[in-house]
C-alpha cells in the first residue's frame, strides 16, 4: 500500500525558511513523478512544485526563485526548500505521487493528476 508521510512544517517569521519532507512507501515504480500541492483555507489546491528527476521541474510562478523541489539519494524521500517566505504562503502542504507516471508536461502542477495524497503538513508564516 502507497504511504506519503509528510513533515517540518511549522511556524515561522516571515523571511524565514522550512525544509518540508515527504517520505514515500509501499510501492517499487519509479518515484520520479511526485509533486508539493498546498491549500489555504477557503481556497482550491494548488500546485507548488513538481518533481520528475533531476532537471526535470515545474513550480508555480508565485514560488518561483523561493522553493526547490528535490530527492533524496534512496529516493524514498521528497523535499521542499522554501526560503524567503511570505504570509501568502501559509496553507497546508501536501505531498502527491502519479502512479504510474503519466503526467502531461502541461498538467504538472493539476491535482488531478496525482492519485496518492498525504495527510498534509501545516506551514504557517506571520508577518
Known amino acids: 500500500q502507497v504511504e506519503l508521510v509528510e513533515s517540518g512544517g511549522g511556524s515561522v517569521q516571515a523571511g524565514g525558511s522550512l525544509r518540508l519532507s515527504c517520505v514515500a512507501s509501499?510501492?517499487?515504480?519509479?518515484?520520479?513523478?511526485m509533486a508539493w500541492f498546498r491549500q489555504a483555507p477557503g481556497k482550491e489546491r494548488e500546485g507548488v512544485a513538481h518533481?520528475?528527476?533531476?532537471?526535470?521541474?515545474s513550480y508555480a510562478d508565485s514560488v518561483k526563485g523561493r522553493f526547490t523541489i528535490s530527492q533524496g539519494n534512496a529516493k524514498d524521500t521528497l523535499y521542499l526548500h522554501m526560503n524567503s517566505l511570505k504570509p501568502e504562503d501559509s496553507a497546508m502542504y501536501y505531498c502527491?505521487?502519479?502512479?504510474?507516471?503519466?503526467?502531461?508536461?502541461?498538467?504538472?502542477?493539476?491535482?488531478?493528476?496525482?492519485?496518492?495524497w498525504g495527510q498534509g503538513t501545516q506551514v504557517t508564516v506571520s508577518s
Open positions: 518533481w520528475e528527476g533531476i532537471g526535470s521541474t
Open positions: 509501499g510501492y517499487t515504480y519509479t518515484r520520479d513523478c
Open positions: 502527491a505521487a502519479a502512479i504510474p507516471c503519466l503526467v502531461a508536461m502541461n498538467r504538472r502542477l493539476s491535482p488531478y493528476e496525482y492519485n496518492y
